[in-house]
């Protein structure tokens, strides 16, 4: 009898009978190619690549592991994609992938990962000399953790392609890689469900363009020394918490065409402008800190109905830039900080007697037409806004905030107080 169970079970494995089956451990070494070890492997091996480089495109079309020893270098010889994934439960890691091809009408990219290939993860590769460096279209649940991509240095801005490529998912994750020296970091559209935590991305045009995709995070990522730094676009229920963006020559943190978002915790520093609000509505922003900034805060398009409190606006050029037909009112629970206040506290609650207006009349007048700019300092302006202040009837519509806090909110401000003004955009 027990030889004949003994004799089942083997023939079971053979015949890969479920749940009896073994994944098998393929070594791959220079001078072999990957390709055929995928044409043997069978669903759920692993082949280990040995350190060395090997020019040749791969083409993933079954669940299985490849897994580099020594960072073994992959190069596609600047033709077409390098690596190409059409099955799903594949996972890459310790990989150096390079050279793909350079035409933007095939979008060729270092890895490719094609409508289908569910639950894809790709963690601790290099990306490197890459038109796109990852692209990820019609997947479910994928991870793409603790890479390194840089882009083409040789090509400029507009003829690169992104760091990552992320259209039509559902719960992707995309943690802990740094990405630079692409034309956006990461690009999302038409997505859902998604995660962006850790991630660190300079020198790129944008370090996110994130469009039309809804309920989604955004944590802890550090975008700096781009042009721009956030960009979220046509969205709504967006958590963006504890994000870090400084020293992009535009904004740093873009929020066009939100809804029903939580912007919290930001710090937004050194960047031409701190937050441009555009057509947001129904957002709450608190705990950022928004600091020596050329412009504070851009706000434009009928952004209202958004709760913005427990803020620190310090040492920015300009606070707010606001045209409008009416007052919006900021920091109605708690109030905002604002470096700029005159007002005074008489009953030491911790809040302004008089309200904080970001703007006036000569503000007004000033974005209007730039060139008064030279006058700035004149007495007749000086007077101009004495008198604006004085008769409501010349009085500019502003963000008001009518119990400002007398003292900051963060603690750790003065750190970007000494650093933003050495990274400023000129």
Known sequence: M????LALTLALTQAGGPGLATAAVLQVTPGASINAAIARAQAGD??????GTYNEHLLIDKPLTLQGQGH???SGQRQGDTIRITAPDVTLTGLIVRDSGADLTAQNAGITILPGAHR???SACQLVA?????WLQGVDDARLTNNIITGRRDLQSAQRGNGIQVYDT???RVIGNEISTTRDGIYVDVSRDAEFRHNRIHHVRYGTHYMNTNHSTWEDNEVYLNRAGLALMEVRSLTVRRNIAWGNTDHGIMLRTIQDSVIEDNVVAGNDRGFFVYDAEYNILRGNLVINNRTGVHLSAGSSNNEVDGNDFIGNQEQVRFVASRDVEWGKRQGNYWSNYNGWDQNADGQGDVPYEANDLVDRLNWQYPLLKMLSASPALQTLRFAARQFPLLRAPSV???HPRMRPISQNWKKWNDIAPRIAPH
Do not use: E, Q, W, Y
């Open 170 to 172: 559902r719960g992707v």
């Open 120 to 122: 894809v993860h790709i």
């Open 46 to 51: 692993t082949l280990l690549i040995a350190a």
């Open 72 to 74: 073994p270098a992959i």
């Open 400 to 402: 008001v905030d009518r």
């Open 2 to 5: 027990r030889a004949l169970m």
């Open 130 to 134: 890459n038109l796109f460096g990852i």
